[in-house]
């Protein structure tokens, strides 16, 4: 690579480099300068190897110098790193994997799409997905007047803990099949949104839509958005393996797991909303609808704010 063409290929992420670490308030959390003097050192390497003796080699062994003094400047100040992970670590990682956010949502779209085409023109299918066990159980609860009595068949405390270990489990599997260039990613997300649209049209078919949906969607707003940004996770991290850029590929890697572990870690406090809501207020499938509307629009509205508002306003306010 010319050195004109790595100049050009680098020059903004070393301004806002330049910009972080002359930011005077200390904004900038550790782990976020840690990530910095990496991407710097290894641009510093390749400068190095390539262009031995010119400017740019330099400026980026001043850079590097900088960034590594204030790593040790603020190694001491993380008295508030608990909230500063999800105020402000989270959004800047979902801000930056907005476009992996984007592709897993697609996916998860087309997969329940075709879920739901299939189940409607074969009638096999939902149980190929489902399990004959869990669509005959679902089939006795409709003839017993509680179509979605599945959420009510045992204790609320049971329920909740079970629930919110398994979704946790899910969205790390999402997560770490990352690794597998996506790829494993990609299967995990499809085949998750395909059992969302064969058991949402299971319900279609049984005339009983206007009532289940609401009700799935009581906990299922959390869950289901929270599963696409898993699945996004795991292509941010299986992505960095495919396109490590000017870094190395074990250092490219190295920061794509950092930054997806970071989305996954950030998701644990909405599973457990979720699991709350659906081992605790589910149950009650036929409460109001009024009570079901609030509901589901304060948790869409939660998690549209948090993982794709509010990263634009943050990142907005940091280039101000």
């Not at 003839?143 to 398994?166: A, C, D, K």
């Not at 074990?250 to 970071?262: I, Q």
Request: some cysteine; charged content about 15%.
């Amino acid at each position: 690579m010319k050195e004109a063409a790595f100049i050009k290929l680098n020059k903004a992420r070393w301004e806002e480099f330049e910009k972080v670490v002359n930011d005077q308030q200390g904004h900038t959390p550790p782990d976020r300068l840690a990530e910095l003097f990496i991407q710097v050192t290894d641009d510093l390497s390749f400068s190095r190897t390539k262009y031995p003796e010119s400017r740019t080699t330099q400026y980026l062994n001043a850079l590097a110098s900088k960034v590594h003094l204030e790593i040790y400047k603020n190694k001491h100040e993380e008295k508030n790193r608990f909230i500063t992970f999800w105020k402000e670590e989270v959004p800047r990682v979902m801000f930056e994997s907005r476009m992996q956010l984007l592709c897993s949502f697609i996916i998860f779209v087309i997969a329940g799409t075709i879920g739901a085409l299939s189940a409607r023109y074969d009638d096999t299918f939902v149980r190929l997905i489902m399990g004959d066990s869990y669509v005959n159980m679902t089939l006795e609860n409709i003839r017993n007047g509680n179509p979605t009595g599945v959420y009510s068949h045992s204790s609320e405390l049971q329920m909740f803990f079970f629930i919110t270990w398994n979704n946790i489990l899910v969205s790390f599997k999402v997560f770490v099949y990352g690794v597998f260039a996506s790829v494993g990613t990609g299967y995990f997300l499809f085949f998750n949104g395909l059992m969302v649209g064969a058991f949402i049209m299971f319900f279609a078919e049984q005339n009983l839509l206007s009532h289940a949906l609401p009700v799935i969607m009581l906990h299922g707003t959390i869950e289901l958005s929270s599963i696409v940004i898993a699945g996004a996770a795991g292509f941010v991290m299986g992505n960095s393996l495919i396109f490590p850029g000017t870094y190395s590929r074990l250092t490219s890697f190295k920061m794509g797991a950092v930054k997806g572990l970071k989305m996954v870690m950030g998701l644990v406090p909405f599973f457990i909303i979720a699991g709350f809501i659906e081992s605790f207020i589910t149950r009650f499938e036929f409460m109001h609808w009024s009570i079901k509307t609030v509901i589901i629009g304060l948790s869409a509205a939660l998690m549209v704010y948090y993982f794709i508002i509010y990263p634009i306003v943050l990142n907005r306010h940091g280039k101000s």
